[in-house]
């Protein structure tokens, strides 16, 4: 991890506290991508034991998520960090929190494997649905290495690639729709595909407000409220100054 960004303190203690703040949230997003891997296998496999497991340990992103939002409040309080430092530490609270959600949506997913196996036995192998989750596990592997080297020249392309995301769930939404149309009995497995869908496409939009809190940690500028074209010229713009 580059360490250059981050302030050299008179307190030694200071900046090891920094570090092991920086180090607890890559643990916690380490986690909750292995969620969304297992999640997306028990989906895809109907494996039911994948899928308690993942219901199972959401409960220790919950308690990660605690623990870093208690260091934090602990660090402003005693420590009243400025500049980098400050914006260091309110995105490491924000991007926490999108974590919690993604570990959440996560476990949505593992319940629905549970479902559908329960309804089903196999889920059809859509190439498309496969696909839709590899690009979301993509972006969510890019925006935490953006946050480990604590850069954003990736930030743009992984924006880029959430409209693929969009694609992807727009296409499934409708071949889901024709097979309800098609034969009544197929909605109640249905449905249950279409909200796995659903969550794998807001796992890829937190993805991306993990990107939008990176570019106010790097350059001070809170873009959380521009629209996809503008948050996208706003990240090349930043590149070139």
């Keep these: 991890m580059d360490n250059s960004k981050i302030g050299h303190h008179i307190s030694e203690q200071f900046n090891k506290e920094l570090e092991d703040i920086r180090n607890k949230v890559l643990n916690m997003g380490g986690l909750v991508e292995r969620q969304l891997e297992l999640a997306v296998s028990a989906f895809m496999t109907s494996n039911i034991e994948i899928a308690e497991l993942v219901i199972k340990q959401d409960n220790q992103i919950d308690a990660m998520e605690m623990d870093i939002d208690l260091e934090c409040t602990q660090i402003l309080a005693l420590r009243q960090p400025a500049a980098f430092d ?3 530490i309110i995105t490491v609270v924000r991007i926490i929190s999108e974590l919690e959600i993604i570990g959440d949506l996560s476990e949505r997913i593992a319940k629905m494997a549970i479902r559908v196996s329960d309804v089903e036995g196999k889920v059809d192998q859509y190439y498309e649905l496969q696909h839709m989750a590899d690009l979301v ?22 924006i880029v690639r959430d409209e693929n995301v969009d694609r992807e769930y727009d296409s499934i939404l409708r071949q889901l729709i024709t097979h309800m149309m098609e034969d009544p009995r197929n909605i109640t497995r249905t449905l249950n595909v279409l909200w ?5 496409e807001r796992i890829g939009d937190h993805a991306c407000y993990i990107c939008t809190h990176l570019i106010y940690m790097v350059k001070g500028e809170d873009v959380r409220h521009l629209s996809q074209t503008e948050l996208e010229k706003k990240v090349k713009d930043q590149l070139l100054t």
Aim: charge should be neutral; glycine fraction near 4%.
């Design 86 to 88: 400050l914006r260091l």
């Design 137 to 158: 596990k993509e972006m969510l592997h890019g925006a935490l290495d953006s946050f480990a080297r604590m850069n954003i020249e990736e930030v743009a392309s992984i």
């Design 196 to 200: 796995t869908v659903r969550a794998m």
